[in-house]
């Protein structure tokens, strides 16, 4: 079946300007996380969906970063005021309930 | 909180030759314990997982992890590798694992190189 599918596959953007990055989960997974996999900090947890349950955002970098899941699928991940220091590229997973995690393909953001 | 350690970033190696990934993680009261895979500019791959009972582990590509809870490791090994096998492979540990909060925190990686 589908897998975990994330759009754009790459992006470019202007420092100061905002992204918005999308992941759409396998159907009838409940949990959906975002990671960060970057060169220096290698992978990082970001922000975890269970569910109706209030998301887990004890990973999100800055205020600058937040993300919504609406209707409990597809999930966006918005960078706002992009800095050098964001590029890296973003991973999303999904799982059922909260055992074993499929990754999507991830999409690479290059802030210039 | 948890944390893990891969001690190589990088481990070179010849075709058909054995190899062992070791990863470190700290302690914890209960602690499962996962490698995953990445292929150039792909996403993770589950490789194996462990949850609790058998030690020995065995997962996909005919590779096998040993969790050793006195020595807090768990090496990944292949007995002999191919040159498909060169990636990135990446440990990693969660402290729930069907509960409420399922969260991966990862070793840095280890860049395995095949070489003919």
């Known amino acids: 079946g589908a897998g975990v599918s994330q759009s754009p596959s790459n992006k470019v953007t202007e420092k100061g300007k905002d992204v918005e990055l999308r992941c759409d989960p396998i159907s009838g997974h409940t949990a959906l996380y975002w990671y960060r996999q970057s060169l220096g900090q290698g992978l990082e947890f970001l922000i975890y969906?269970?569910?109706?349950?209030?998301?887990?955002k004890s990973g999100l970098p800055s205020d600058r970063f937040s993300a919504e899941r609406t209707g409990g699928s597809v999930s966006t991940l918005t960078i706002q005021r992009t800095q050098q220091e964001d590029s890296a590229v973003y991973l999303c997973?999904?799982?059922?309930?909260?055992?074993?995690?499929?990754f999507g393909p991830g999409t690479r953001l290059t802030v210039t | 909180a948890q944390s893990v350690t891969q001690l190589d970033s990088q481990v070179p190696v010849f075709e058909e030759a054995p190899v062992e990934l070791r990863c470190n993680y700290s302690?914890?009261?209960?602690?499962?314990l996962f490698w995953y895979v990445q292929y150039p500019n792909q996403g993770l791959q589950l490789l194996l997982k462990?949850?609790?009972?058998?030690?020995l582990v065995k997962g996909i590509n005919g590779f096998e992890a040993e969790f050793n809870k006195s020595q807090t490791s768990f090496h990944l090994r292949k007995p002999s590798v191919h040159i498909s096998d060169t990636a990135e492979y990446f440990c990693?540990?969660?402290?729930?694992?069907?509960?409420?909060?399922?969260?991966?925190?990862f070793g840095k990686g280890t860049k395995l190189s095949v070489k003919p």
């Open positions: 462990y949850l609790s009972g058998s030690t």
């Open positions: 302690s914890s009261v209960s602690v499962y």
């Open positions: 997973a999904s799982s059922r309930y909260s055992d074993e995690q499929y």
């Open positions: 990693a540990v969660s402290d729930h694992y069907g509960g409420s909060q399922g969260n991966l925190i």
């Open positions: 969906f269970q569910g109706n349950s209030a998301p887990d």
